[in-house]
């Protein structure tokens, strides 16, 4: 028996050396690839300049650049690479968590209907034609408001051991009113103005992303990931199923909470800064199982760097395939939708 837990643990241990050598590999891709970006724009700067530009505000170096270089480098196009780094860290790590949690690979991070509420919020914001701040603000509360109106119905309705069903039930209904709450304001909006300005934010972007954004997106994101961090070996044993867990000793109930509230909070925080992101949270955390293997303590750390990563290289496809900046949320869905497909035809198989 020793030698069998032995030699259990002695593989467990080397799958995750394995998985955690292949994060490093995500974040030196992460750290080539953000540099890169830099050089993607109507103004080209080199990626010498733009490593030279950012490190002029950690140590002192001769300034040999524009104005305008530095401009673009830290204002402009840092918070947008930035913003995307964070929005593909949160919507992939949610997806992650989301699907082993509920134990379904088709399930996103807005099956709870946070990103109709948080649509709907900021439609009311630019209906108003409030400022920014206003509309984010509206968006993040809306969101979360959707998710704190799925778990009353679900817990109004729900019955003991159908908890998980409802609730997705739940976030489906819910989804399904804030979406027709957002039909009703695009149809009393005025069609010159505000009805663009809506449609173009529920398309998703970063092109009005600005580095007060970014600061107040991070703290929410990175205090859900902590948390989902701190659960991953939880979610190791809820993927097995809630009795399997309870008879090992987890509290179900408390870590199925406080996962839907970390990953809440980091859904609710990116979709308020850009906009609608279709199809991020189910399609890369799929990837990353593929890439770093199924152990949650590899896996959630694997979906963000490598949500980061590709939502970054996406704004950058974004902003630089045509004359006009193409919205990154079509971009998204665009590319993800022919792996949904390939999800269905393997749905039926089971979920391992």
């Known amino acids: 028996m020793k030698d069998a837990k032995t030699v259990r643990s002695h593989r467990a241990a080397a799958l995750f050396s394995a998985g955690s050598a292949k994060l490093w590999i995500l974040a030196i891709a992460i750290l080539i690839a953000f ?13 010498m300049t733009t490593v030279e530009i950012l490190a002029s505000k950690i140590v002192d170096i001769p ?27 949160a919507l992939s790590a949610s997806g992650a968590a989301y699907q082993g949690l509920f134990r379904n690979p088709l399930v996103s991070p807005d099956i709870l209907g946070v990103s109709a509420g948080a649509g709907f919020g900021a439609s009311i914001g630019i209906l108003l034609a409030s400022g920014p701040v206003v509309v984010q603000g509206l968006a993040f509360g809306c969101g979360l408001l959707a998710v704190l109106s ?7 309705f729900g019955e003991a051991g159908e908890t998980t069903l409802i609730l997705i039930l739940s976030g489906i209904i819910v989804g399904a009113l804030f979406s027709a709450f957002i039909s009703t304001i695009k149809y009393i909006a005025d069609p010159d ?5 809506i449609t173009y934010w529920l398309m998703g972007g970063l092109s009005a992303v600005d580095a007060d ?17 701190v659960l991953r070996w939880n979610l190791n044993v809820m993927a097995f199923g809630e009795e ?22 980091m859904t ?3 979709v308020a800064i850009s906009g609608v992101i279709g199809l991020v949270g189910l399609v890369v955390p799929h990837i990353a199982r593929a890439y770093v293997g199924p152990n949650f303590s590899v896996l959630i750390p694997g979906s963000a760097l490598l949500g980061a990563l590709l939502i970054m290289v996406m704004d ?23 792996f949904f497909l390939f999800l269905l035809t393997r749905a039926r198989r089971g979920w391992a």
Do not use: C, K
């Open 35 to 47: 540099i890169f970006s830099f050089a993607i724009g109507r103004y080209a700067v080199s990626p």
């Open 63 to 89: 300034r040999h650049w524009t104005s305008q270089a530095q401009t673009i480098v830290l204002d402009i196009r840092l918070p947008r690479i930035a913003a995307a780094m964070l929005v593909g860290l």
């Open 150 to 156: 799925t778990y009353a119905v679900a817990a109004r």
């Open 193 to 197: 103005n505000t009805l663009p300005a």
């Open 213 to 229: 954004d970014v600061y107040i997106s991070a703290g929410p994101i990175f205090l859900g990931f902590a948390i989902l961090m």
């Open 244 to 265: 399997e867990a309870r008879a090992l000793g987890v509290n179900t109930m408390l870590v199925r909470s406080a996962v839907i509230v970390a990953a809440t909070l």
């Open 268 to 270: 609710a925080s990116a």
């Open 316 to 338: 950058n496809l974004a902003r630089s395939l045509f004359a006009t900046e193409l919205p990154l949320g079509v971009l998204t869905e665009i590319i993800g939708a022919p």
